[in-house]
Nanobody
Framework: QVELVESGGGMVQAGGSLRLSCAAS????????TGWFRQAPRKEREFVAG????????KYTDSVKGRFAISRDNAKTTVYLQMNSLKPEDTAVYYC??????????????????????WGQGTQVTVSS
């Protein structure tokens, strides 16, 4: 069993930065791939970034490449999403999720939310213009 709790959301002006955190409980979390998703009102949940539990394999959706960075601290069982140069279209509820498998290359990182096993409750990010 893995429990995930996101934090760090808030309101920021366009061009600003936020750092989201996802604190995990569960002894085997370090063996889970992790992903960040977001969901804006009236839109489907969208993959943002993912990272393997070993090897540092990462994948980003095109709209955030060069602006967002995912990282994790297995010792502290925490996953981060550093978000820079934020845009109003980044406004959404952000969720972290855990995937019980290994990703060897970036192509393996799944962007399908149905394939993830555990989810946090989400944290709101609002970017004003």
């Amino acid at each position: 069993q893995v429990e995930l709790v996101e934090s760090g959301g808030g309101m920021v002006q366009a061009g600003g930065s936020l750092r989201l955190s996802c604190a995990a409980s569960g002894r085997t979390f370090s063996r889970y791939g992790t992903g960040w998703f977001r969901q804006a009102p009236r839109k489907e949940r969208e993959f943002v970034a993912g990272m393997s539990w070993i090897g540092g394999v990462t994948k980003y959706t095109d709209s955030v490449k060069g602006r967002f960075a995912i990282s994790r601290d297995n010792a502290k069982t925490t996953v981060y999403l550093q978000m820079n140069s934020l845009k109003p279209e980044d406004t959404a509820v952000y969720y972290c999720a855990a995937y019980s498998g290994q990703w060897v290359t970036s192509k393996d990182v799944t962007s399908d939310p149905a394939e993830y096993d555990y989810w946090g409750q989400g944290t709101q990010v609002t970017v004003s213009s």
